[in-house]
C-alpha cells in the first residue's frame, strides 16, 4: 500500500532562518506531488506541484522553493523565513489525477 | 476555471442529529467532486467521491453526498453524528480529463456537541 511521510511534524524557526520541509512517498512511481499551506483557520493554499523529477509549477509568487530530487521526494525551502510563512504544511500525491492523498503535515511557527 | 462554495463556515450540531454540510460549485465543463475530512493537527483524507455514474455516493463512515448536476451541488449528509464527525470538512472540484490542479473550498468545521 502507500504511504507518505512528512518531516519534521514541528518546528519552531527565527525569521530570518532558512527552512527545509521533506516529503515522500512510498508504494507507487511516478506520482504528482503538491506543496499546500493552512494558514490558522483558513483554507487550502496550493503552492507548488511537480509532475516529475525536477518539474515544478509555482502558484504564488513568495520566499518559498520546491525541488523534486528523486520520484517521490519533494522538498520545500526557503532561505529565509518570515513571519507570515507560518502556518500547516501539507504535502499530497496523487498518480491517477483524482483524488489526492495527504501527508500527516508540520506545523511551522516562526517568531 | 472552477469555483467551489462551502456555504456554511460553521455547523454546530447535537450528537445523534442529521447534519447536512453544502457545498456549491462552478464550473463550465465536467468535473469530479470531492469530500475531505480533517481531523485537528492531521492531514486530510478522503471521505467520498463523485466521478460518475450513481449521484448517490456512499462513503466511510456512515456520510454520504448526492450530486446534483442542475444546481451543481454537492452536499454531504449523515443521518446520525457521533462527537468523533467533529472536524473540518473540505470539498473540492477537478476538472475530468487530465487535469491536476484540484479547486478545495474553504472549508466547513462541523462541531458535535453531546
Known amino acids: 500500500s502507500q504511504t507518505i511521510h512528512q518531516w519534521p511534524a514541528t518546528l519552531v524557526q527565527p525569521v530570518g532562518s532558512p527552512l527545509s520541509l521533506e516529503c515522500t512517498v512510498e508504494?507507487?512511481?511516478?506520482?504528482?506531488l503538491y506543496w499546500y499551506r493552512q494558514a490558522a483557520g483558513r483554507g487550502l493554499q496550493l503552492l507548488f506541484y511537480s509532475v516529475g523529477i525536477g518539474q515544478i509549477s509555482s502558484e504564488v509568487p513568495q520566499n518559498l522553493s520546491a525541488s523534486r530530487p528523486q520520484d517521490r521526494q519533494f522538498i520545500l525551502s526557503s532561505k529565509k523565513l518570515l513571519l507570515s510563512d507560518s502556518g500547516f504544511y501539507l504535502c499530497?500525491?496523487?498518480?491517477?489525477?483524482?483524488?489526492?492523498?495527504f501527508g500527516p503535515g508540520t506545523r511551522l511557527t516562526v517568531t | 476555471a472552477q469555483s467551489v462554495t462551502q456555504l456554511d463556515s460553521q455547523v454546530p450540531v447535537f450528537e445523534e442529529a442529521p447534519v447536512e454540510l453544502r457545498c456549491n460549485y462552478s464550473?463550465?465543463?465536467?468535473?469530479?467532486l470531492f469530500w475531505y475530512v480533517q481531523y485537528p493537527n492531521q492531514g486530510l483524507q478522503l471521505l467520498l467521491k463523485?466521478?460518475?455514474?450513481?449521484?448517490l455516493v456512499k462513503g466511510i463512515n456512515g456520510f454520504e453526498a448526492e450530486f446534483n448536476k442542475s444546481q451543481t451541488s454537492f452536499h454531504l449528509r449523515k443521518p446520525s453524528v457521533h462527537i468523533s464527525d467533529t472536524a473540518e470538512y473540505f470539498c473540492?472540484?477537478?476538472?475530468?480529463?487530465?487535469?491536476?490542479?484540484?479547486?478545495f473550498g474553504r472549508g466547513t468545521s462541523l462541531i458535535v456537541h453531546p
Open positions: 464550473s463550465s465543463v465536467s468535473v469530479y
Open positions: 463523485y466521478l460518475s455514474g450513481s449521484t
Open positions: 508504494g507507487t512511481s511516478n506520482p504528482n
Open positions: 499530497a500525491w496523487t498518480s491517477s489525477g483524482n483524488e489526492q492523498y
Open positions: 473540492a472540484v477537478l476538472k475530468s480529463g487530465g487535469s491536476y490542479i484540484p479547486t
